[in-house]
């Protein structure tokens, strides 16, 4: 009920912690996108779909990318199909800490 | 001869009623069952049928309350040697925390040198390619965003990628 918050009369949580990723998390685990999300929503919040939706894309962009990553995927993608054709030219070698024969790091 | 004398006819004498008839019958039948064997108890009845236990050993509620004793007892050892379990797993605890700043280091060092190198690579990589901004970020704000697997491990092998994917969640 909007005015009447039973939730945090009883002091209980019962749903607070899985509608959003931000919520409160036991042991203080943030989410993977906890900033991109937190900027998103103090952006929209209150204003309305229509008008978030014009004024909050950039936010909304960055959130969705965070959680898919399908621009850094297809970065990724960009240059792995340029590095396999230039070594099937011939024109470029990984340089052996690429190959697996890097010194050991800690 | 038992049929003859319970049968109010054959005498013809109807003055003679049930109850007499039965008793003259019960004497026949007693002085028949002395002549037949039977199966008894002997004489002078079975010796010894009381339960013969010792008087040893302790009493019933002795027993119990060694028992309950007993219990209480180890359980007050069981909630000691918890109480020191819980000491010691704070000690490893504080261990952890008091290191933990120099391995988040490492690892910091560690991811930065490896998308470093990325960096490079995909500047020789991509010279051919028109358009191409090297390094470019995804994203809008020039904020600090923790790297993918698939970001640091991309130009190395598979089996790096697999290794590192199984060491995260170890």
């Not at chain 2, 007693?30 to 040893?56: E, F, T």
Request: with cysteine.
């Amino acid at each position: 009920m909007p005015f009447l918050d039973v939730q945090k009369r009883f002091g209980i949580n019962l749903d607070r912690w899985w509608t959003i990723q931000s919520a409160e998390q036991p042991y203080k685990f943030p989410a993977r996108c906890h900033a991109f999300e937190k900027e998103w929503i103090e952006c929209a919040h209150g204003i309305g779909t229509i008008r978030a939706e014009k004024e909050c894309k950039i936010e909304y962009d960055d959130f969705i990318e965070c959680i898919l990553r399908t621009k850094t995927m297809k970065r990724m993608d960009t240059i792995w199909r340029q590095r396999e054709k230039l070594m099937k030219e011939g024109k470029y070698t990984p340089p052996p800490h690429h190959m697996g024969k890097g010194e050991p790091r800690p | 001869m038992l049929s003859d004398q319970n049968s109010l006819h054959v005498d013809g004498d109807c003055t003679m009623d049930m109850r007499t008839k039965c008793q003259e019958n019960e004497q026949a039948v007693s002085m028949a069952a002395a002549k037949v064997k039977q199966d008894m108890p002997p004489a002078g009845g079975y010796i010894d049928y009381k339960w013969n236990l010792l008087r040893r050993g302790l009493s019933g509620y002795s027993m119990l309350a060694l028992g309950i004793g007993t219990l209480l007892y180890w359980y007050w050892k069981i909630i000691k040697c918890n109480r020191k379990r819980r000491r010691l797993q704070i000690k490893d605890f504080k261990a952890r925390i008091t290191l933990m700043p120099l391995f988040q280091a490492e690892t910091d060092r560690r991811i930065l040198h490896m998308l470093r190198e990325n960096l490079e690579e995909e500047a020789i990589i991509m010279k051919d390619v028109t358009g191409w901004k090297v390094g470019e970020s995804v994203f809008n704000p020039t904020r600090w965003v923790p790297p993918l697997l698939v970001e640091l491990y991309g130009l190395r092998p598979l089996e790096e990628r697999v290794f590192a994917n199984i060491m995260m969640y170890t």
